[in-house]
Protein backbone atom coordinates (compact mmCIF):
# COMPACT_ATOMS: atom_id res chain seq x y z
CA UNK A 1 0.00 0.00 0.00
CA UNK A 2 2.88 2.32 0.89
CA UNK A 3 4.54 1.84 -2.30
CA UNK A 4 1.30 2.71 -4.34
CA UNK A 5 0.90 6.21 -2.08
CA UNK A 6 4.35 7.06 -3.35
CA UNK A 7 3.77 6.18 -6.55
CA UNK A 8 0.87 8.33 -6.66
CA UNK A 9 2.69 11.24 -4.85
CA UNK A 10 5.13 11.15 -7.86
CA UNK A 11 3.36 11.52 -10.61
CA UNK A 12 1.55 14.15 -9.17
CA UNK A 13 4.24 15.97 -8.35
CA UNK A 14 5.97 15.39 -12.18
CA UNK A 15 2.57 17.01 -13.31
CA UNK A 16 2.50 19.84 -11.04
CA UNK A 17 6.04 20.60 -12.01
CA UNK A 18 5.22 20.72 -15.61
CA UNK A 19 2.43 23.01 -14.58
CA UNK A 20 4.65 25.43 -12.58
CA UNK A 21 6.72 25.68 -15.89
CA UNK A 22 4.17 26.54 -18.27
CA UNK A 23 3.13 29.09 -15.83
CA UNK A 24 6.20 30.96 -15.72
CA UNK A 25 6.57 30.96 -19.11
CA UNK A 26 3.33 32.52 -19.75
CA UNK A 27 3.78 34.79 -16.69
CA UNK A 28 7.54 36.18 -18.25
CA UNK A 29 5.79 36.60 -21.66
CA UNK A 30 3.17 38.81 -20.40
CA UNK A 31 5.26 41.04 -17.84
CA UNK A 32 7.35 41.56 -20.91
CA UNK A 33 4.09 42.33 -23.08
CA UNK A 34 3.00 45.05 -20.79
CA UNK A 35 6.75 46.88 -20.11
CA UNK A 36 6.55 47.01 -24.02
CA UNK A 37 3.41 48.52 -23.61
CA UNK A 38 4.34 51.06 -21.17
CA UNK A 39 7.33 52.02 -23.71
CA UNK A 40 4.95 52.54 -26.25
CA UNK A 41 6.31 49.55 -28.74
CA UNK A 42 2.75 47.64 -29.50
CA UNK A 43 3.81 45.56 -32.02
CA UNK A 44 6.41 43.78 -29.89
CA UNK A 45 3.94 43.94 -27.14
CA UNK A 46 1.36 42.01 -29.68
CA UNK A 47 4.00 39.39 -30.35
CA UNK A 48 5.09 38.81 -26.59
CA UNK A 49 0.95 38.41 -25.85
CA UNK A 50 0.98 36.02 -28.68
CA UNK A 51 3.83 34.15 -26.98
CA UNK A 52 1.40 34.18 -23.72
CA UNK A 53 -1.08 32.21 -25.66
CA UNK A 54 1.24 29.90 -26.63
CA UNK A 55 1.61 28.48 -23.00
CA UNK A 56 -2.48 29.22 -21.86
CA UNK A 57 -4.13 29.04 -24.77
CA UNK A 58 -7.19 31.38 -24.85
CA UNK A 59 -6.20 33.12 -21.64
CA UNK A 60 -8.41 36.00 -21.32
CA UNK A 61 -5.66 38.47 -20.06
CA UNK A 62 -3.78 37.65 -22.85
CA UNK A 63 -6.61 37.80 -25.67
CA UNK A 64 -8.11 41.09 -24.48
CA UNK A 65 -4.65 42.44 -24.41
CA UNK A 66 -4.38 41.73 -27.91
CA UNK A 67 -7.49 43.52 -28.62
CA UNK A 68 -6.70 46.58 -26.95
CA UNK A 69 -3.70 46.91 -28.94
CA UNK A 70 -5.46 46.45 -32.36
CA UNK A 71 -8.07 48.92 -31.37
CA UNK A 72 -5.03 51.51 -30.34
CA UNK A 73 -3.78 50.34 -33.55
CA UNK A 74 -6.39 51.45 -36.02
CA UNK A 75 -6.79 54.77 -33.90
CA UNK A 76 -3.14 55.79 -34.41
CA UNK A 77 -3.44 54.63 -38.60
CA UNK A 78 -6.85 57.00 -38.22
CA UNK A 79 -5.28 60.11 -36.22
CA UNK A 80 -1.70 59.83 -37.74
CA UNK A 81 -2.69 62.47 -40.46
CA UNK A 82 -5.58 64.83 -41.51
CA UNK A 83 -8.37 63.72 -43.92
CA UNK A 84 -7.06 62.37 -47.63
CA UNK A 85 -8.74 66.12 -49.16
CA UNK A 86 -5.92 68.23 -47.62
CA UNK A 87 -2.92 67.70 -49.40
CA UNK A 88 -0.70 69.07 -46.63
CA UNK A 89 -1.30 66.81 -44.71
CA UNK A 90 -0.51 68.42 -41.15
CA UNK A 91 0.88 66.21 -38.28
CA UNK A 92 -1.50 65.83 -35.63
CA UNK A 93 -0.07 67.38 -32.17
CA UNK A 94 2.62 65.38 -30.18
CA UNK A 95 0.40 64.86 -27.53
CA UNK A 96 -2.45 63.65 -29.58
CA UNK A 97 -0.19 61.19 -30.90
CA UNK A 98 1.16 59.98 -27.72
CA UNK A 99 -1.82 59.49 -26.55
CA UNK A 100 -3.61 57.30 -29.18
CA UNK A 101 0.08 55.60 -29.94
CA UNK A 102 0.59 54.19 -25.92
CA UNK A 103 -2.58 52.03 -24.39
CA UNK A 104 -3.24 53.17 -21.11
CA UNK A 105 -1.44 50.87 -18.70
CA UNK A 106 -4.74 50.27 -16.54
CA UNK A 107 -6.40 48.75 -19.34
CA UNK A 108 -4.67 45.25 -19.33
CA UNK A 109 -4.79 43.07 -16.04
CA UNK A 110 -1.33 41.78 -14.95
CA UNK A 111 -2.00 38.35 -13.60
CA UNK A 112 0.77 38.33 -11.55
CA UNK A 113 0.88 36.24 -8.09
CA UNK A 114 1.01 39.15 -5.79
CA UNK A 115 -2.12 40.57 -7.48
CA UNK A 116 -4.16 37.39 -7.45
CA UNK A 117 -2.79 37.31 -3.26
CA UNK A 118 -5.37 40.10 -3.09
CA UNK A 119 -8.21 37.87 -3.74
CA UNK A 120 -7.68 34.64 -3.36
CA UNK A 121 -9.16 32.82 0.45
CA UNK A 122 -6.22 31.86 2.43
CA UNK A 123 -8.58 31.19 5.74
CA UNK A 124 -9.83 27.68 5.37
CA UNK A 125 -11.56 25.05 7.91
CA UNK A 126 -10.40 21.36 7.45
CA UNK A 127 -11.51 18.11 8.24
CA UNK A 128 -8.79 15.61 8.54
CA UNK A 129 -9.15 11.64 8.37
CA UNK A 130 -6.84 9.11 8.43
CA UNK A 131 -4.12 6.53 9.94
CA UNK A 132 -2.34 7.01 13.53
CA UNK A 133 0.40 4.62 15.32
CA UNK A 134 -0.96 1.57 17.54
CA UNK A 135 0.37 0.68 20.81
CA UNK A 136 3.78 -0.44 20.30
CA UNK A 137 5.53 0.20 24.04
CA UNK A 138 4.65 -0.40 27.78
CA UNK A 139 6.14 1.13 31.12
CA UNK A 140 4.37 -0.58 33.91
CA UNK A 141 5.09 0.11 37.77
CA UNK A 142 3.63 -3.42 39.23
CA UNK A 143 4.36 -5.84 36.44
CA UNK A 144 6.36 -7.54 33.88
CA UNK A 145 6.64 -5.25 31.17
CA UNK A 146 5.04 -7.72 28.40
CA UNK A 147 5.89 -7.59 24.36
CA UNK A 148 3.19 -5.92 22.68
CA UNK A 149 1.69 -6.07 19.45
CA UNK A 150 0.47 -2.66 17.48
CA UNK A 151 -2.76 -3.29 15.75
CA UNK A 152 -2.78 0.38 14.11
CA UNK A 153 -4.88 3.32 15.01
CA UNK A 154 -7.16 6.45 13.36
CA UNK A 155 -7.29 9.80 13.36
CA UNK A 156 -9.73 12.88 13.42
CA UNK A 157 -9.10 16.40 13.26
CA UNK A 158 -10.55 19.52 12.27
CA UNK A 159 -8.50 22.34 12.04
CA UNK A 160 -8.89 26.11 11.57
CA UNK A 161 -6.08 26.92 9.14
CA UNK A 162 -4.36 30.37 7.62
CA UNK A 163 -2.00 30.88 5.33
CA UNK A 164 0.40 33.58 5.09
CA UNK A 165 2.52 34.42 1.78
CA UNK A 166 5.66 36.18 1.47
CA UNK A 167 5.81 40.53 -0.05
CA UNK A 168 8.96 39.72 -1.53
CA UNK A 169 8.14 35.87 -2.87
CA UNK A 170 4.45 35.56 -3.08
CA UNK A 171 4.95 31.89 -4.00
CA UNK A 172 6.36 31.09 -0.67
CA UNK A 173 4.83 31.96 2.86
CA UNK A 174 3.90 30.33 5.66
CA UNK A 175 0.88 28.68 7.92
CA UNK A 176 -0.45 28.22 11.19
CA UNK A 177 -3.36 25.89 12.37
CA UNK A 178 -4.90 24.99 15.33
CA UNK A 179 -8.52 22.63 16.52
CA UNK A 180 -9.08 19.28 17.59
CA UNK A 181 -8.50 16.04 17.03
CA UNK A 182 -9.84 12.19 18.12
CA UNK A 183 -7.65 9.59 18.40
CA UNK A 184 -7.73 5.82 18.90
CA UNK A 185 -4.75 3.60 19.23
CA UNK A 186 -5.18 -0.04 20.34
CA UNK A 187 -2.46 -2.85 20.91
CA UNK A 188 -2.46 -6.46 22.36
CA UNK A 189 -0.34 -8.55 24.72
CA UNK A 190 1.45 -11.16 22.90
CA UNK A 191 0.92 -14.78 24.35
CA UNK A 192 -2.59 -14.61 24.44
CA UNK A 193 -2.48 -11.11 26.71
CA UNK A 194 -5.15 -8.92 27.25
CA UNK A 195 -6.49 -5.87 24.38
CA UNK A 196 -5.33 -2.29 25.35
CA UNK A 197 -7.51 0.34 23.99
CA UNK A 198 -6.75 4.20 23.84
CA UNK A 199 -9.51 6.78 22.97
CA UNK A 200 -8.43 10.75 23.02
CA UNK A 201 -9.36 13.75 22.52
CA UNK A 202 -7.48 16.94 22.66
CA UNK A 203 -6.75 20.19 21.10
CA UNK A 204 -3.71 20.65 18.92
CA UNK A 205 -1.40 23.44 16.71
CA UNK A 206 0.49 23.75 14.12
CA UNK A 207 2.62 25.80 11.98
CA UNK A 208 5.24 25.45 9.14
CA UNK A 209 6.12 26.49 5.64
CA UNK A 210 3.75 26.61 2.14
CA UNK A 211 4.71 26.87 -1.22
CA UNK A 212 2.84 27.54 -4.45
CA UNK A 213 3.36 24.77 -7.69
CA UNK A 214 1.15 26.35 -10.20
CA UNK A 215 -2.16 28.01 -10.18
CA UNK A 216 -4.11 25.24 -8.13
CA UNK A 217 -1.38 23.17 -6.01
CA UNK A 218 0.16 23.54 -2.66
CA UNK A 219 2.66 22.11 -0.66
CA UNK A 220 2.43 22.55 2.79
CA UNK A 221 5.56 21.28 5.59
CA UNK A 222 5.37 21.23 9.59
CA UNK A 223 5.53 19.90 12.99
CA UNK A 224 2.29 19.34 15.26
CA UNK A 225 1.61 18.96 18.81
CA UNK A 226 -1.46 18.16 20.44
CA UNK A 227 -2.51 17.52 24.19
CA UNK A 228 -5.40 16.05 25.74
CA UNK A 229 -7.17 13.31 27.58
CA UNK A 230 -7.96 9.85 27.20
CA UNK A 231 -9.91 7.14 28.38
CA UNK A 232 -8.13 3.85 28.65
CA UNK A 233 -9.32 0.33 28.37
CA UNK A 234 -7.51 -3.07 29.47
CA UNK A 235 -9.54 -6.35 29.15
CA UNK A 236 -9.73 -7.53 33.07
CA UNK A 237 -8.32 -4.22 34.65
CA UNK A 238 -10.32 -1.08 36.25
CA UNK A 239 -10.91 1.34 33.31
CA UNK A 240 -8.97 4.27 33.75
CA UNK A 241 -8.26 8.01 32.44
CA UNK A 242 -5.06 9.58 31.59
CA UNK A 243 -3.65 12.82 29.98
CA UNK A 244 -2.65 11.99 26.00
CA UNK A 245 0.05 13.84 24.53
CA UNK A 246 0.59 13.64 20.50
CA UNK A 247 3.37 14.95 18.55
CA UNK A 248 4.95 14.71 15.09
CA UNK A 249 5.54 15.92 11.68
CA UNK A 250 3.87 15.82 8.39
CA UNK A 251 3.86 17.41 4.50
CA UNK A 252 0.89 17.42 2.33
CA UNK A 253 -0.29 18.53 -1.31
CA UNK A 254 -3.51 20.48 -2.26
CA UNK A 255 -5.40 20.54 -4.95
CA UNK A 256 -8.06 23.34 -5.58
CA UNK A 257 -10.91 21.99 -6.65
CA UNK A 258 -13.19 25.44 -6.95
CA UNK A 259 -12.42 28.86 -5.06
CA UNK A 260 -13.91 27.73 -2.26
CA UNK A 261 -12.56 23.83 -1.58
CA UNK A 262 -9.29 22.23 -1.70
CA UNK A 263 -8.07 18.20 -1.81
CA UNK A 264 -5.10 17.10 0.18
CA UNK A 265 -3.01 14.23 0.91
CA UNK A 266 -0.58 14.20 4.22
CA UNK A 267 1.92 12.05 5.07
CA UNK A 268 3.93 12.32 7.92
CA UNK A 269 5.71 10.55 11.16
CA UNK A 270 3.99 10.94 14.37
CA UNK A 271 3.97 9.34 17.82
CA UNK A 272 1.80 9.65 21.12
CA UNK A 273 2.01 8.74 24.99
CA UNK A 274 -0.36 7.96 27.83
CA UNK A 275 0.19 7.42 31.43
CA UNK A 276 -2.59 5.92 33.52
CA UNK A 277 -3.32 4.58 37.00
CA UNK A 278 -4.69 0.61 36.58
CA UNK A 279 -6.22 -1.19 39.33
CA UNK A 280 -6.54 -5.38 38.91
CA UNK A 281 -7.04 -6.64 42.44
CA UNK A 282 -4.93 -5.14 45.16
CA UNK A 283 -2.44 -3.98 42.79
CA UNK A 284 -2.19 -0.44 41.75
CA UNK A 285 0.35 1.17 39.41
CA UNK A 286 0.67 3.54 36.48
CA UNK A 287 1.25 1.98 33.12
CA UNK A 288 2.53 4.27 30.32
CA UNK A 289 1.56 3.28 26.74
CA UNK A 290 3.37 4.99 23.78
CA UNK A 291 3.50 4.21 20.15
CA UNK A 292 5.02 5.72 16.95
CA UNK A 293 4.98 5.17 13.21
CA UNK A 294 3.72 6.78 10.08
CA UNK A 295 0.59 8.32 8.81
CA UNK A 296 -1.19 9.38 5.93
CA UNK A 297 -4.41 11.43 5.81
CA UNK A 298 -7.01 12.96 3.09
CA UNK A 299 -7.83 16.45 4.29
CA UNK A 300 -10.82 18.51 3.32
CA UNK A 301 -10.19 22.38 2.92
CA UNK A 302 -13.53 24.46 3.22
CA UNK A 303 -11.62 28.09 2.05
CA UNK A 304 -13.25 31.19 3.26
Not at 18 to 32: E, F, K, L, N, P
Not at 76 to 105: F, G, M, T
Amino acid sequence: MKGYVIVAVVVMLCAVSHGSITQDMYDQCYAHGIEQISQGNLEAARRSFEQALGFKPGDPNAVKAIRLIDERTQKQNANSVLPNDDEDQKEIPLAEEKAARVAPESEFKEPSNAVKNESQKDFSIRVSLGSAPGIDEEESDFWIELPISEEGGGQLEILAVQRFWSKNNPNLGGVLGGGVFFSGNSGKYLGGGPDIELAAFGVMGEGGIVAKLGERVVVEAMPYLGIGGASVEITGFTDGSAPYLMYGVKGGVFILLSDNVELGLELGYGGFSSEVELQQGLLVGDNTFKGSGGRASMVLALKF
